[in-house]
Every structure is written in C-alpha cells, then in structure tokens.
C-alpha cells in the first residue's frame, strides 16, 4: 500500500514540477509552496458539506476524511480504537507500516480527495488508504454484444477492470503503469502491456503522449485518445476501443498495449490498424469457416453503408443507362410524384434517419422503441404517400442503415454514416465521377494515417500477406502461429501446436 501512495503522489508531484500546469497558472498561492500544518488543511475543505474533521485525545489527533470515499464502519471499528486506547498514540502511527507519514502540505490534500483517511497528532501527519468507493457490477456489454464467448464488460471502476484482465492473463511478465491526466480531475491513467511482447517502442511513444497532455479534464478513455492521436483531424478512430475484457487481453498477448481509465468502463489499444474494427471476439469462439464467413459479411456492409445511397443518387440523377429496363419504369413512376432532386430526396431521408437514431439513443427505452415504430411508419408509407420520397429510396436508406450496424465498432460505424454524407453530395454533383473520387480520397487518406507511428492499413500497405489469414479471413488455429506483424512484437510466435 506505501508503494502505491508513492506511485500516486509521485506522478502528481512530477507533473507539477516538469512543467507549469494550466490549473496553477491560475492559482496565485500553488499548495505546494505551503508548509503542512492543521489550519491549511482544514482550511482547505472549510465549504465542503461532505467532509469530515473530528477531533479526539482533548484535541491532539484530528482525523479527515471525505465520508462518502472512505469505509466509515472499518475506520471506526478496526483502526480508531487501538490509537484511542494507546498509551502513545504516536508511536502506534510510526511504527505501523499501514500508515503513511506525511510531511508535503500538497500530498497530504490531495490523498484526502482521493479517497484517504488523513490523521494529525501533535504536528505530525499520517495516512492510511481506507477507500471504499461505490461502482456497479460487472455486466454484460450493451454496445459489443456478442451471442458465443463471455458476457463480462469493464465498469467505470478501474481496479475492477484490472482485476478481469489479470483473471484472463495470469503473468507476471504483465506490466502496469500509473499516469495521472487532468489538471484539476486527476484521472488515473494504467498503461498495460506484456514485458517480453510488446515493443518498447509502443509503450514509450504512448506513456510519452499520455505525459504530454495538458488539460484541466478528462472524463473518459475516448476524450483521452483523441488527445494522444497522430491525426486529430481525421474522422476515423486511430485507437480500437473496447468495453470487453476478453478483446482487451487478446490484444495484450497479441503484443499491442493498453490503456485503462478509472472512471471510464472503455479501455483502448495500440497500434491499431483499419482492419481490426471489423473483427469481433466472437469470431474466434465459432468455427473458423462460421468466422470467415461473418467477415466478409462485415466488409459487404462496409460497401453497402458507404456506396448505396449515393450510388443511387448517381444513377438516378446522371446515369439513367445503368439501370435494368424492368426497373426503370418502377423507378420513373416512384420518382414521378417526387419534387425534389435525387441528391435533396437522399439527404432528406439519411438527415431522418439520423435523427431517428439519435432520439432513440438518448431516449429511454420503452420510448426509444416507440420512437422507432412512429418513425418507420413515417418514413415507410407516409413519405411515400406524401410524395417526399421514392420507394427505392427508401430501400436503398435503410439497407444502408441496417448495414452501418453489422459494423462491430460503433465508433468506426459513426465514422461511415458522416462519410456517406460527403459522398451523396459528391455524387450528386459529379455522378458515378464524383463517388470514384469519393472513394480514393477515402482510401488516400487511410494510406497516410498512422497509429502511434505504425501503418494504418496494415496489413495492405505495407503487404503483410501472411497477416491476411486472421484480418481478411479467420482460418484455422493452428494457422495462425504468429503475432501480427503490425506490432513488432519481440516474440513473434505466439502458438506451437503438436499432434
């Protein structure tokens, strides 16, 4: 426990020291330039309605503490007694490693508002981690569901979410590193990786991009690693986030590192290429023939949210000639009570759907679910009738919108469903050109992402064919005997099967 005070106060005092903190700029009395006495700490927590200050010993020993952070039953029970009954109360605290003497004014506040129970006897300051903090329990996963394999997600705890990663890779060689970000927050950042895997490369440049941030706060793992990306600009995701603990320790014996934040029940790896927001635990639970299938199943969705509508909008506005004559007429005669353009119609009908989705997300769920039956009633017959829009073009929204959700990574689908935007209008400016030109700037820009310095389109670019069997293709085990190139890994075999 004394080593784990350190690795706390360690951090927080490096970063006041290694740079000035946009927090303390704006404090003209920084509480490290003061000495540790009773009032400064009292006077600290003065206007707090939720800190506790008693007061024992015909006022020698003071005890702190936040009530709601601390266990209040065992702080009364177990650990006040002794002292209280002590005929030299201070050489109990000295003496007994549970508590940490304490002479920074700075450590000693901020262990308090971590969750520490402080004590004060006679000038001399202890502390002794006590925290009880409250956290849901371990359930299942409501944005990576999957039918085979286990259930568990993360939680907004972090020692928690530690705990089922060590339960799922029982090595000592996994290491953890404790950062703090947020000036003001002090959200604790764990970076884990396999010692005699990943490459130190790795988890230098990300140890060094997480110290980097200056911020006054960061509230989860997604607002971290848009801190920490090669390309902020961009609107892929160069990080792969997962709320499950058996993705997170696959990626970790496959040599990628991990980040975990407390108060965030997200964890992220790296490097991270395109291709892996495609994959699914679950892949590897069924049958390598089931999980290849389901692959490629993903990437023709891929093709159908990004390419439908505004295919539509090409043909239906420029290339007429494309269409199967049995079609045409159906087409002509939906389209006859129409007003609007096809691009206008296209984004008209994507914009509802949006919104849709949007309402029902934040709705609760019984609502949510009736939003969803009004608004498919609304956009199926009703748009119809109304002449708004166009049957086919109804099939062809929410053919894209069903496949954008095949799509495992909700942060990867997002990303396509604002792609398919820029790519309706430029169809339906430049017809079938317009979509090609669309699709290379997607796949020029995929080219020159990269992801803590590594290829963002491994394994295409650089060709890693032999990577192609557990990205493209989910083949047998014992095919795939090594680690993916992508990450370097010291050891690169990763599986030895004998027969």
């Known amino acids: 426990m004394k080593q784990r005070l350190k690795s706390i106060f360690l951090v927080t005092h490096e970063h006041s020291e290694s740079s000035t903190s946009l927090y303390n700029q704006q404090d003209p009395n920084p509480q490290e330039e003061v000495s540790l006495t009773l ?61 940490e003497h ?11 508002l971590s969750g520490m129970a402080a004590f004060y006897y006679e000038d001399q300051a202890f502390m002794i981690d006590v925290i009880f ?72 440049e990300v140890i060094k991009r997480v110290e980097a941030i200056e911020i006054d706060a960061i509230h989860d793992t997604n607002m971290l690693i848009q801190c920490i990306d090669d390309d902020p600009y961009s609107i892929f995701a160069q990080f792969l986030t997962s709320e499950r603990p058996d993705t997170i320790a696959s990626k970790l014996v496959s040599g990628r590192v991990v980040g975990i934040m407390d108060g965030s029940p997200t964890a992220f790896t790296a490097p991270a290429n395109f291709f892996e927001f495609f994959s699914s635990s679950d892949d590897y639970y069924q049958r390598w023939s089931i999980g290849t299938a389901t692959l490629f199943l993903r990437f023709a969705a891929l093709l159908i949210t990004v390419t ?48 849709l989705r949007e309402a029902g997300a934040r709705l609760p769920t019984k609502i949510g679910q009736t939003i969803g039956i009004v608004g498919g009633i609304v956009i199926g017959q009703a748009a119809v009738q109304a002449g708004l829009t166009s049957n086919i073009l109804i099939i062809s929204v929410a053919s894209s919108a069903i496949a954008s959700f095949v799509i495992p990574n909700y942060v990867m689908s997002a990303s396509f469903r604002l792609f398919r935007f820029g790519l309706i209008v430029m169809a339906g400016l430049w017809g079938n050109m317009g979509l090609a030109l669309g699709l290379a700037y997607m796949v020029i820009h995929l080219s020159g992402l990269t992801s803590v310095g590594s290829s963002y389109l491994t394994p295409i670019a650089p060709f890693e064919p032999y990577d192609w ?12 005997a090594k680690r993916p190139t992508q990450v370097k890994a010291k050891n690169k075999v990763k599986l030895k099967m004998k027969r």
Do not use: C
């Open 39 to 99: 009032k400064h700490v009292a006077d600290q927590f003065d206007d707090s309605a939720d800190f506790v200050h008693k007061i024992y010993l015909h006022g020698r020993l003071h005890v702190m503490y936040f009530s709601h952070l601390v266990n209040e039953d065992r702080l009364e029970r177990d650990l006040l007694p002794p002292i209280l009954n002590s005929e030299n109360p201070l050489d109990l605290l000295t003496e007994q490693s549970q508590y």
């Open 102 to 112: 304490i002479t920074d004014s700075k450590t000693y506040v901020e262990g308090i």
């Open 133 to 204: 903090p409250t956290s849901r329990t371990v359930a299942e996963s409501e944005t990576e569901s999957i039918i085979i394999g286990p259930h568990e997600a993360f939680t907004e705890q972090a020692y928690t979410n530690l705990s089922l990663i060590r339960k799922r890779v029982q090595s000592s060689h996994l290491k953890v590193i404790k950062l703090s970000v947020g000036e003001v927050t002090k959200s604790d950042i764990y970076v884990l990786y396999i010692q005699d895997i990943a490459n130190e490369k790795y988890v230098k």
């Open 308 to 355: 439908l509508t505004a295919l539509y909008v090409s043909v239906t506005s420029f290339h007429y000639e494309m269409i199967p004559e049995n079609l045409i007429l159906t087409l002509t005669e939906s389209r006859s009570k129409v007003p609007f353009p096809p691009i206008f119609e296209a984004l008209l009908m994507e914009t509802t759907i949006e919104l």
């Open 469 to 480: 069997k557990d990205v493209f293709l989910r083949l047998p085990f014992s095919t795939l």
